[in-house]
């Protein structure tokens, strides 16, 4: 590598990322081309991933890096044309080990890079050697690896270097190649700017696509950078200046100025037709021209700002007026610019646009709009690097967001409540005015009470009219913050080819070192996985793999004798299902017998013989998720069945995850992986313990049961209910958690089923408060581990919920019932507040009515609350907590049909029990009621029985 100052290496952040890139590319398609020596698609895409290599490397100014690209560039083009056949092992080795090379070489930080080569220099010309003579044929390359370096073994007899190239041919023919690459560039930039200027050209009022004209002249112009061409670089930097102003300033182009940006770009189109060794010479030759032309595009960018007048000077000297409203006139020699030919009279071609003429380019136009809608697909599918810590915090911001929305429906609750104060005080007033209506008043006193009615008036209809922009705003806030907080849980997905570009290079390399043969199958390349789940199930994934490929995959030997292809086969699938992510891992191999992993397990004293030969299937399975545990005879560097299973274990339920195990012997072994979506939000089970929420992961849960007290049995002072043949233990989930004991009342006792590894209790709760999708926040690591506790999180109204580590938890269970005798979960505890009647609402605009229904449901002993109408009790619902609503059908301002559909849509409404009475006992006006969501539909003439009443405690009970 040439001396240059260290400032160059600012470049190689960008170099890192391009061969990044490239890298995944060459490894993709050269083990795809190792089963289809021939592929053409294959060979093209490994051609161009190491011109575009070869060109990064340039530019950082890499001569190692140059020189390997090179001699591998050359090897897949001599494949292209059909001279050579990458068709053995070898060859394949050989391409594999230079783009390690070039993977090691671009990772080593840009103050240790000469050092580096220096050490390396022998590697590299040895790699380049050997290249080299797979593109002549005439040695056989046999490269051998180790951990750290790839060694090329080289036959001594031959020359190391059969080809007549030199170094400064070589440089020749690197220059060339980027020139072409260049000519590559302009060409397509340039044809483009040349059609929409065409087309503008034709109809001046055209609203041309401007951005893409600017970004064409901006490529121009960083192509001809990188060959020093400062020709065409300032002409390229006057167009996009002038095409920038004319955005900006929006100002329009008359004909005459459209014609001197299409002479610019007849300059780029005619260096498309100039030989590659002459364009230096050409563009010293034509460079006043190009200089006419600057000028003439510069005078473009004055006019379009309405702000600067040119001085009378600039007029006098250049001709041309410049206002927006009459175009430029230019000299003879500026006008004829374009149909002028160089001095020359070498026979080179003119800048005619002529030459370019709509016809002639109507068939590259059509290319250009298919590669024009291709760039703007790539555009709107590009990316950039956002640390990850940023992101998490973008995330955290737009869950509080969400949350904060759900803050504003108890905030209009109130309002509501400060509402129905304010019409109360009015109603108090107009009384008050018509208690005194007999009374003689004094002028001043009358003059307040009128007044005090007028201002209370006035604040109701305020308080209305808020109150209505309040749910307006809500609702749009509220929908607002959920398309931001979906887009940041979008951002943080990934595709899950992503995170397993190493595996097919893996599993290959395996298999060569081990003399199997086998096919790697990847399904659902594009499903999209959370990040950081991504992230840990590298090290996982890689145990299952190299242990099917290992123990499980037979040698071809073996395969062929049991009758299976000598190619075993290894598939990778990914998908989503059921709203989590699941993952399998499967191989046609000879899997495990379960008699053998029995033998295994009583060998290794893990249980009795009696016990073994009772488990089932899955409960032996889950010995191999055990640490150290392992089927394999010998334990091999590589993997043994068993050996890292436990890592798998573990990263799959430190995510929330479950993980099975599948054999079938002598036909193969499958691993299902079911995780969640996302680790940033968790379906979870919502349970009140001790009066507090608290929350369970869903992924984490067996089973939710409810059991009568009657069935609880006690065996050995321990509490146990079986559950389809099986006994269950039974356990106080406050007790275990160390919370005060609940004051509660059981019949039917909420129970979670939660196990971990062979352990499984019944937790027993308090309430069950249903699902949630929770945006989980860590707790803040100076608190340590939290016994039981992985996490928090918020609720809609704003307050906080502890997210309950179960793996954690049943080991808390274990801990208890050895240390502590439990309190059983039958016992009961009656306080004052258990013996607080039921809270009813009547909502009745028929005053004899309500107060009918009133006197019967207190004379049980019942809690009874009024509303006059529908709105009334729509108000007084959300302003207080009932166990039950009563409502009659035709009401003023709000009907009960309306109400009913009101409270069963609402959040935290909707399990309140409703029962509509009504005069109407049509079977259609029945069935309407019930669609809306009542439990009863009664009439008003069944008060002379009990059926109201009974329908009441077949509700919510007695009071």
Same mark, same amino acid.
Request: hydrophobic content about 40%; some cysteine.
């Given at each position: ?159 190391? =270097? ?91 182009? =008359? ?119 291709? =760039? ?107 398309? $931001? ?413 309306? $109400? ?60």
């Amino acid at each position: 590598m040439s001396d240059r100052d260290m400032s160059d290496f600012s470049m190689m952040d960008l170099f890192r990322m391009e061969t990044e890139t490239q890298v995944v590319i060459l490894n993709e398609n050269i083990l795809a081309l190792e089963n289809n020596p021939n592929s053409p698609v294959e060979l093209e895409s490994l051609m161009r991933a190491a011109h575009s290599l070869k060109g990064a490397a340039r530019i950082v100014g890499l001569d190692a890096a140059v020189q390997i690209t090179h001699v591998m560039e050359d090897c897949f083009v001599a494949a292209q044309s059909g001279a050579i056949a990458l068709d053995s092992p070898d060859k394949i080795d050989v391409i594999l080990g230079a783009i390690d090379l070039l993977s090691r070489l671009s990772q080593i930080p840009a103050t240790e890079i000469e050092n580096w080569l220096s050490t390396n220099q022998s590697e590299i010309d040895n790699l380049e050697t050997i290249i080299l003579a797979i593109i002549n044929s005439k040695i056989e390359a046999k490269p051998t690896t180790n951990d750290d370096n790839l060694e090329i073994e080289v036959i001594p007899s031959l020359p190391l =270097n059969n080809t007549n190239e030199t170094w400064e041919d070589r440089q020749i023919k690197t220059d060339l190649s980027m020139l072409s690459l260049f000519v590559e560039e302009v060409e397509s930039q340039s044809l483009l700017l040349q059609e929409n200027l065409l087309l503008l050209k034709n109809n001046l009022n055209l609203d041309l696509d401007l951005e893409s004209l600017v970004k064409s002249a901006h490529l121009i112009q960083s192509a001809a950078k990188i060959l020093h061409f400062h020709q065409i670089i300032k002409l390229a930097v006057v167009i996009e200046n002038t095409l920038l102003a004319v955005a900006k300033y929006k100002a329009s182009l =008359n004909e005459i100025q459209v014609e001197s940006l299409l002479a610019g770009v007849n300059i780029f189109i005619t260096l498309m037709k100039i030989p590659a060794r002459q364009v230096e010479d050409w563009l010293i030759k034509i460079e006043p021209e190009i200089d006419n032309i600057v000028n003439l595009i510069n005078l473009i960018s004055q006019s379009a700002m309405p702000t600067l007048v040119p001085s009378k000077a600039s007029r006098k000297k250049t001709n041309v007026k410049t206002t927006a409203s009459q175009p430029p006139k230019t000299t003879k020699q500026s006008t004829d610019l374009p149909d002028a030919k160089p001095a020359s009279n070498s026979g080179e071609p003119t800048l005619d646009l002529q030459q370019h003429s709509p016809e002639k380019i109507r068939g590259k136009s059509e290319n250009l709009k298919f590669k024009n809608k291709e =760039n703007q697909q790539k555009q709107s599918d590009r990316t950039i690097r956002v640390n990850a810590e940023n992101l998490n915090k973008i995330m955290g911001l737009a869950s509080e967001s969400l949350v904060e929305t759900k803050w504003l429906q108890p905030f209009g609750d109130s309002l509501s409540i400060l509402r129905k104060h304010q019409n109360k005080l009015y109603s108090l007033l107009e009384k008050l005015q018509d208690s005194l209506s007999d009374t003689v008043l004094d002028r001043r006193s009358e003059d307040y009470l009128i007044g005090a009615i007028k201002a209370a008036n006035e604040c109701s209809h305020v308080l209305s009219d808020r109150i209505n922009e309040l749910e307006f705003f809500s609702r749009r806030y509220a929908n607002l913050s959920e398309r $931001l907080y979906r887009e940041v849980i979008a951002s943080n997905m990934r595709p899950f080819a992503d995170g397993i570009q190493g595996f097919p290079r893996m599993l290959r390399d395996l298999a060569r070192q081990l003399s199997k043969q086998v096919k790697f199958e990847v399904v659902g390349k594009s499903t999209q996985v959370d990040r950081d789940i991504l992230e840990k199930l590298e090290a996982p994934l890689t145990h299952i793999l190299r242990n099917a490929l290992d123990h499980g995959i037979e040698p071809p030997e073996a395969r062929l004798a049991a009758g299976k292809s000598p190619q075993g086969t290894i598939r990778l699938e990914a998908s989503h299902r059921g709203g989590m992510l699941s993952i399998v891992v499967s191989d046609d191999g000879k899997g495990i017998e379960l008699d053998k992993l029995r033998e295994k397990i009583v060998s290794k004293e893990m249980v009795s013989a009696e016990m073994a030969a009772k488990l089932t299937e899955s409960e032996l399975m889950d010995f191999l998720f055990l640490p150290g545990f392992s089927t394999a005879s010998q334990v091999t560097e590589i993997s043994g069945r068993g050996v890292g299973l436990d890592i798998v274990q573990s990263m799959v339920q430190e995510v929330g995850g479950i993980l099975r195990a599948i054999s079938q012997p002598e036909k193969g072994m499958s691993f299902y992986l079911q995780l969640p979506l996302t680790l940033s939000v968790i379906r979870t089970l919502l349970v009140e313990i001790s009066g507090e929420p608290y929350a369970f992961p869903l992924t984490r849960i067996d089973r939710l049961v409810l059991v009568e007290t009657s069935e609880i049995a006690i065996a050995e002072n321990r509490q146990y209910f079986t559950l389809d043949d099986e006994n269950i233990g039974l356990v106080n989930a406050y007790q275990v958690l160390e919370l005060a004991a609940p004051n509660r009342k059981l019949d039917l006792l909420p129970v979670i089923i939660v196990s971990a590894r062979s352990n499984s209790y019944g937790l027993a709760v308090d309430k069950i408060l249903g699902e949630r999708d929770l945006v989980v926040r860590p707790l803040d690591p100076r608190l340590g581990k939290i016994p039981d506790i992985s996490a928090a999180a918020f609720m809609e109204d704003g307050s906080p919920v502890l997210i309950i580590d179960v793996e954690y938890l049943v080991r808390s269970t274990d801990r208890l019932l050895a240390r502590t005798s439990l309190k059983k979960v039958s016992e009961t505890t009656k306080t004052e507040d258990s013996k607080i009647a039921k809270r009813l609402l009547i909502v009745e605009d028929s005053i004899t009515v309500r107060e009918f229904e009133r006197k019967i449901l207190e004379n049980q002993g019942y809690r009874v609350d009024i509303a006059v109408n529908g709105i009334d009790g729509w108000n007084a619902l959300r302003s207080a907590q009932y166990d039950l609503v009563i409502s009659d059908v035709d009401m003023p301002g709000m009907t009960g049909i309306e $109400l009913v559909s009101q409270i069963k849509n609402h959040a935290t409404l909707n399990s309140i029990p409703v029962i509509i009475v009504s005069y109407k006992d049509r079977q259609e006006d029945r069935l309407r009621g019930l669609s809306v969501g009542a439990d009863y539909y009664l009439t008003k003439s069944s008060f002379h029985d009990d059926t109201l009443l009974n329908a009441v405690v077949d509700l919510i009970g007695e009071p």
